[in-house]
């Protein structure tokens, strides 16, 4: 089992950064992939970043490319999401999640943080 907990979200100005992190303990070993996702009220979660837990191979939705930064260190067992130039569309509770396997999807999620944008 492997458990994910996220910090660092609040209420930002629009234009303004946030760094999200999530840590990770547990089976931190099995990790091969972690993801951030997002939901805001009313629709539907949806995916943000992710990028291997070795390094790597980092992918973004269009909402987030050159805006967001996903990172990991490993050696802390934490992941990072920094987002710049925030938009009042990015409130949402934001996610972490970590996936097994290459092409499994993800397994485990933490609880979420709260990311809100004022306009």
């Known amino acids: 089992q492997v458990q994910l907990v996220e910090s660092g979200g609040g209420l930002v100005q629009a234009g303004g950064s946030l760094r999200l992190s999530c840590i990770a303990s547990?089976?931190?070993?099995?990790?091969?992939?972690v993801g951030w996702f997002r939901q805001a009220p009313g629709k539907e979660r949806e995916f943000v970043a992710r990028?291997?837990?070795?390094?790597?191979?980092?992918y973004y939705a269009d909402s987030a490319k050159g805006r967001f930064t996903i990172s990991r260190d490993s050696a802390k067992n934490t992941a990072y999401l920094q987002m710049n130039s925030l938009k009042p569309e990015d409130t949402a509770v934001y996610y972490c999640?970590?996936?097994?396997?290459?092409?499994?999807?993800?397994?485990?999620w933490g609880q979420g943080t709260q990311v809100t944008v004022s306009s």
């Open positions: 999640a970590a996936g097994q396997g290459a092409g499994r999807g993800f397994d485990y």
């Open positions: 547990g089976r931190t070993s099995s990790i091969y992939t």
């Open positions: 990028c291997k837990w070795s390094g790597g191979n980092t």
